[in-house]
């Protein structure tokens, strides 16, 4: 087993799943978040299949009741890399029109927020540049969206403003040595990515984590931001 250690944010199901086992199969040490309630089947099967490499912890990132006890629990461990994964879709209308207020807090709070704010808090547990990670989407790319009618407006805009959340972040640890990588996994076939079997995805999770884990290994000393897919190619802002 090697010395490197990963922290991935959403770890109980599809990509973070995946990408959990990946980086154990590697020898690395994982540091597994859930959400609170889930099921840990997967988990615990992961565990007892590496003893000593997996710990565990519940997070939600957008109740902020919960970062303390979950700071304290990660307590003097280093991470080398940091992978924020947690998202929702949102509802399925995608629309600024149809949306009600609850519906765009809460897409905005889980994939915008959320996740920054907790990465703002795990900032003096990564490793001497070490590397912070966002999953983004390409949808996220205002530059390229040339399709008229595709809409996605409220998961677009949530993940345009994760990418912006990530490069504020990246200007005050880059002194540090730091990287920070915002990742489109692709369109995979996870419930979210079917939206729970209504569609069609590209890719299977495999391609997916094999192809981010790539890209992070490729940038992770990189000390700069970049915006990547899964393919390492570099998607415009």
Not at 183 to 193: C, D, K, R, Y
Request: negative net charge.
């Amino acid at each position: 087993m090697n010395n490197s250690s990963i922290l991935i944010v959403g770890a109980e199901r599809g990509l973070g799943l995946g990408l959990a086992e990946f980086y154990l199969s590697r020898g690395w040490e994982v540091f597994a978040t859930y959400y609170p309630g889930s099921d840990l089947a997967s988990l615990e099967i992961l565990s007892k299949s590496y003893p000593g490499q997996l710990s565990s912890a519940p997070i939600d990132v957008t109740d902020k009741t919960r970062i303390e006890p979950f700071i304290n629990q990660i307590g003097v461990r280093k991470f080398d890399v940091i992978f924020m994964i947690a998202g929702i879709f949102g509802p399925l209308h995608q629309s600024v029109l149809q949306a009600t207020d609850t519906e765009f807090q809460q897409i905005m709070m889980t994939n915008s927020f959320g996740p920054a704010r907790l990465a703002r808090h795990l900032i003096p547990t990564l490793s001497p540049q070490g590397t912070l990670c966002f999953m983004t989407s390409h949808r996220a790319s205002i530059a390229a969206n040339d399709e008229p009618g595709i809409g996605l407006e409220l998961y677009r805009a949530s993940k345009v403003a994760l990418n912006m959340l990530a490069r504020c972040i990246y200007m005050d640890i880059q002194s540090a040595g730091h990287t920070v990588l915002s990742i489109h996994p692709g369109w995979v076939a996870t419930a979210m990515g079917t939206l729970d079997g209504a569609v069609e995805a590209e890719i299977d999770v495999k391609t997916s984590v094999e192809g981010m884990a790539d890209v992070i290994e490729k940038h992770r000393h990189d000390n700069t931001h970049l915006y990547l897919d899964y393919e390492n190619k570099t998607w415009p802002w």
